[in-house]
């Protein structure tokens, strides 16, 4: 997701997001992907909004707070 040679819309927050740490990554794509696919009223898979509610489990609240910040303003 994160490979020099894709070229997605936020994906230098995804970036910046994992090199700091993968978990918030994980956390950022997982919303991403779903704000993506709402706003093309497209299904959202049960296993991507399992790894949403798994990797927002993991996180503590500034770190959900920075995420939802930098990831949702996108």
Excluded: W
Excluded at 37 to 43: F, I, P, R, Y
Excluded at 48 to 53: D, E, G, K, L, S
Aim: charged share 30%.
């Amino acid at each position: 997701f994160v490979g020099p040679d894709r070229d997605i819309s936020g994906l230098d927050v995804i970036r910046e997001l994992a090199d700091r740490d993968l978990d918030e990554a994980c956390l950022g794509i997982s919303i991403l992907v779903i704000k993506q696919l709402m706003l093309a009223q497209k299904e959202v898979h049960e296993e991507t909004i399992n790894c949403y509610h798994f990797y927002l489990g993991q996180m503590g609240p500034d770190s959900k707070k920075e995420i939802f910040l930098r990831v949702g303003a996108l």
